[in-house]
């Protein structure tokens, strides 16, 4: 082998060991890296599966709202959580002192609706491992920004503490115009007596019980709009519905 070859020959192995050396280093960090993000991804299905829980059922369903009236056939709609309370604010605001038996009924009957919703909420709630979800976040916060850890973490919190303020502040289940159905403690609707409009008592007894806990039912309504504003926030959901919007336009 002359000179020439040798050289050439020589450069070629210094080339594969230079490719060598350079994939021992890279290959190892790649593996690394697309270990640590399938981490983060598996990590982040596992939170968004338990949360969309409850996303699931403040963006899809809906309660029937009676519009409190004299009227014969009042106005009805089916309205998702935030704009039920907007509405139950206005009205009660409105038609806490009134006489008019149609009016509590109605009245009473949209605030029942809230607490059995509420009650959905929290059933839905204590099937959700939060603890568990806790400490796989502390196990795997390192592959998460500050921002992702913030925004888990003030979740959990928000969760822990509808569960408590929210059972405390329903203060209706007295109501007797309208009365809870309740077997084996799950609340599966409402029953109401065929005479009620005509016991006038009963109603306005009712009614005394929505002001003397005017404050509860104020709390109540506060801590699921708070949990339906950053569940929201968490998954991103205005972001991801106005996309949806753009792309069926």
């Not at 509420?118 to 099937?127: G, N």
């Not at 998460?144 to 919190?157: D, F, M, R, W």
């Not at 289940?173 to 065929?194: F, H, Q």
Request: aromatic share 10%; glycine share 4%; hydrophobic share 40%.
């Amino acid at each position: 082998m002359n000179i020439e070859d040798k050289i050439e020959w020589n450069g070629w192995m210094l080339l594969v060991a230079v490719l060598a050396l350079v994939s021992s280093v890279i290959i190892p960090f790649a593996q690394k890296k697309y270990e640590e993000y399938r981490v983060k991804r598996n990590f982040q299905y596992y939170l968004k599966k338990q949360i969309g829980l409850i996303l699931n059922l403040l963006t899809s369903e809906k309660l029937e709202y009676h519009k409190p009236s004299v009227k014969n056939e009042p106005k009805k709609e089916f309205l998702l959580i935030q704009d039920f309370i907007g509405e139950l604010q206005k009205d009660f605001k409105e038609h806490k002192n009134t006489v008019q038996p149609r009016v509590i009924f109605m009245l009473l009957m949209n605030v029942q609706k809230l607490c059995h919703f509420a009650f959905q909420l929290r059933r839905i709630i204590s099937t959700i491992d939060l603890q568990g979800i806790t400490d796989k976040t502390l196990e795997h916060g390192k592959e998460l920004s500050k921002k992702e850890l913030n925004k888990i973490y003030g979740l959990i919190l928000i969760c822990e503490s509808y569960m408590s303020i929210s059972l405390f502040h329903d203060k209706f289940d007295s109501i007797k115009s309208i009365k809870r159905d309740i077997e084996n403690d799950i609340w599966k609707g409402l029953k109401v007596e065929k005479d009620l409009l005509t016991n006038q008592n009963r109603l306005n007894e009712d009614l005394l019980i929505l002001n003397d806990n005017e404050n509860s039912l104020k709390e109540l309504s506060d801590i699921l709009l708070i949990i339906n504003q950053e569940t929201k926030k968490y998954f991103d959901y205005d972001k991801l519905q106005k996309k949806r919007n753009k792309g069926s336009s």
